[in-house]
């Protein structure tokens, strides 16, 4: 048993126009003539240049700090440069026949 009274829907007027459903369909795209770079080669970029950022950072700090613990010492950095790049060696004299 409903309580009160029953509420009626408002009918509309049969003359009246009624508004058109959007379809599904594709939106119009306002920038034809200018070109946009994909989201993710942006990202990719910003990646890159944080990375480079970040090692020359921590590459500067490395440095400083051995420079600190080291206080004038000779730094094992050096040595391994020189191991990394062999100096030339003088070149040995070919033996001859012995007569």
């Not at 306002?30 to 970029?45: A, D, F, I, L």
């Not at 090692?55 to 040595?79: C, F, H, I, P």
């Amino acid at each position: 048993m409903p309580q009160g009274k029953l509420k009626v829907k408002a009918k509309v007027p049969e003359g009246s126009k009624t508004k058109k459903k959007a379809g599904k369909g594709r939106g119009v795209t306002k920038r034809t003539t200018k070109s946009v770079t994909p989201k993710k080669q942006k990202q990719q970029e910003a990646q890159k240049l944080k990375k480079a950022i970040t090692k020359t950072v921590n590459q500067a700090m490395e440095e400083e700090l051995r420079a600190q613990a080291l206080d004038g010492k000779k730094s094992l950095l050096s040595k391994k440069k020189a191991a990394a790049t062999p100096a030339k060696s003088p070149a040995k004299p070919k033996r001859g026949k012995k007569k």
